[in-house]
């Protein structure tokens, strides 16, 4: 009977100091470590946008050319017998500097016989009016009506004072002619072309050269129509930057002077002048500015108050994405009044302490949850507020 108890209580027993067994084990072994939640929310680097005052500036393209060009012709006919060495393409002269110079002789000769007669003309007059005189003092002792102008000889003296005249003129157009032997730059200039040698004979109003007016430089360029919008309302007296880059780079100063008043037929622009004083550093230590350089010319437009400077990267269809003070992404209309290079001028549409959106997430939508590079998470500390902490056996205590 014992035996038969023995062997029923025998398994019983077995499985009990198993299962003991089992609990025992698993309570000295080592406790599983708390699984943290995955994070799921996308990362991004966001940046506060604040307004600022932007002052546009209008940029243009031209060709630098000559205030005037002169062609320059002979005032007198004769042989030329010499000329100027700066007197040759390329070579630059001076205001009152003189190019070449006819034989003068004839016209010397010329004068000599102008004051001759000029010298007569004033004789005859002298004469006249000493008989006038006479004939005048003689008529106090006639009867009024033997006294006539002929008798005074006033119509002599009118004919002596108008040989005096016509002598006079003889003489100022042979000085002229004179001075006209010696053919003097009308301005600072740079000579383009010399058509005359020495020993050549030369006609009245011939061909003898042409020179450019280096005092001042003249740039027209066009004004685009996104431009036009923002020039200011006193264009007239501007200061303007004229430039140009490469090899031979410079910066000269130059000032607004005129608009042309019209607007291009085929391009639909308006034509802006822009003028440099002595483009060609006469006795100046500033950079040589050539005729015929393509230069750029900036000059400041309006300025725009209370607008957001935004790089064109960050800007699609008109529209940026914000970080809401949720953390929620959330996307803006925006208003483009002005493409400068990389960057976009935005007027409506932003304020103030936005959080712009520098690195979007692959597939973004309005109000999804993200993370803030470099900012405390919000929803993190949260969640660590709302934690109770066990106390420990030494606080039981």
Same mark, same amino acid.
């Given at each position: 009977?014992?035996?038969?108890?023995?062997?029923?209580?025998?398994?019983?027993?077995?499985?009990?100091?198993?299962?003991?067994?089992?609990?025992?084990?698993?309570?000295?072994?080592?406790?599983?470590?708390?699984?943290?939640?995955?994070?799921?929310?996308?990362?991004?680097?966001?940046?506060?946008?604040?307004?600022?005052t932007h002052?546009?500036?209008?940029?243009?393209?031209?060709?630098?050319?000559?205030?005037?060009?002169?062609?320059?012709?002979a005032?007198?006919?004769?042989?030329?017998?010499?000329?100027?060495?700066?007197?040759?393409?390329?070579g630059?002269v001076?205001?009152?500097?003189?190019?070449?110079?006819?034989?003068?002789?004839?016209y010397q000769?010329?004068?000599?016989?102008?004051?001759?007669?000029?010298?007569?003309?004033?004789?005859?007059?002298?004469?006249?009016?000493?008989?006038a005189?006479?004939?005048?003092?003689?008529?106090?002792?006639?009867?009024? !009506?033997?006294?006539?102008?002929?008798?005074?000889?006033?119509?002599?003296?009118?004919?002596?004072?108008?040989?005096?005249?016509?002598?006079?003129?003889?003489?100022?157009?042979?000085?002229?002619?004179?001075s006209?032997c010696?053919?003097?730059?009308?301005?600072d200039?740079?000579?383009i072309?010399?058509?005359?040698?020495?020993?050549?004979?030369?006609?009245?109003?011939?061909?003898?050269?042409?020179?450019?007016?280096?005092?001042?430089?003249?740039?027209?360029?066009?004004?685009?129509?996104?431009? !036009?919008?923002?020039?200011?309302?006193?264009?007239?007296?501007?200061?303007?930057?004229?430039?140009?880059?490469?090899?031979?780079?410079?910066?000269?100063?130059?000032?607004?002077?005129?608009?042309?008043?019209?607007?291009?037929?085929?391009?639909?622009?308006?034509?802006?002048?822009?003028?440099?004083?002595?483009?060609?550093?006469?006795?100046?230590?500033?950079?040589?500015?050539?005729?015929?350089?393509?230069?750029?010319?900036?000059?400041?437009?309006?300025?725009?108050?209370?607008?957001?400077k935004l790089?064109?990267?960050?800007?699609?269809?008109?529209?940026?994405?914000?970080?809401?003070d949720e953390?929620?992404?959330?996307?803006?209309?925006?208003?483009?009044?002005?493409?400068?290079?990389?960057?976009?001028?935005?007027?409506?549409?932003?304020?103030?302490?936005?959080?712009?959106?520098?690195?979007?997430?692959?597939?973004?939508?309005?109000?999804?949850?993200?993370?803030?590079?470099?900012?405390?998470?919000?929803?993190?500390?949260?969640?660590?507020?709302?934690?109770?902490?066990?106390?420990?056996?030494?606080?039981?205590?």
């Open positions: 009977m014992n035996k038969k108890w023995i062997k029923i209580a025998a398994p019983i027993l077995a499985f009990i100091f198993g299962i003991v067994g089992m609990n025992v084990i698993g309570a000295s072994g080592p406790e599983e470590e708390e699984k943290k939640p995955v994070e799921t929310r996308p990362t991004v680097k966001v940046e506060k946008v604040s307004s600022l002052q546009v500036v209008i940029t243009g393209h031209g060709e630098v050319r000559p205030l005037e060009s002169t062609i320059l012709s005032q007198v006919s004769g042989e030329v017998v010499s000329w100027n060495p700066n007197f040759v393409a390329g630059l001076k205001r009152g500097d003189v190019l070449f110079n006819v034989n003068p002789d004839n000769a010329a004068v000599l016989q102008a004051e001759a007669a000029l010298t007569s003309a004033q004789s005859s007059l002298i004469q006249e009016r000493g008989l005189d006479v004939a005048e003092r003689e008529a106090k002792t006639l009867p009024n !009506s033997r006294v006539t102008d002929l008798y005074l000889r006033k119509p002599q003296l009118l004919s002596a004072q108008a040989a005096v005249k016509s002598a006079q003129a003889r003489l100022k157009l042979a000085q002229r002619d004179l006209y010696e053919v003097r730059a009308p301005y200039a740079l000579v072309a010399r058509d005359i040698g020495k020993g050549q004979n030369v006609n009245q109003g011939a061909r003898v050269g042409e020179i450019n007016n280096i005092e001042t430089a003249e740039i027209i360029f066009p004004i685009a129509g996104f431009d !036009s919008a923002f020039l200011p309302n006193q264009l007239l007296g501007l200061e303007a930057d004229v430039s140009k880059d490469g090899r031979y780079a410079f910066n000269r100063p130059g000032k607004i002077v005129r608009d042309l008043g019209v607007v291009d037929s085929d391009t639909r622009m308006t034509n802006i002048v822009v003028q440099v004083e002595n483009p060609y550093s006469i006795d100046s230590s500033l950079p040589k500015m050539q005729f015929g350089n393509y230069v750029t010319v900036r000059f400041n437009g309006q300025s725009l108050n209370n607008v957001f790089s064109q990267d960050l800007v699609t269809n008109n529209s940026v994405w914000v970080a809401t953390n929620k992404l959330d996307i803006r209309r925006i208003e483009v009044i002005r493409e400068e290079a990389d960057y976009f001028i935005v007027g409506n549409g932003l304020k103030n302490g936005d959080n712009l959106i520098l690195t979007l997430p692959e597939y973004p939508q309005k109000d999804m949850d993200v993370l803030i590079a470099g900012q405390k998470d919000i929803k993190a500390k949260d969640k660590s507020d709302d934690v109770s902490v066990e106390p420990t056996s030494s606080e039981k205590e």
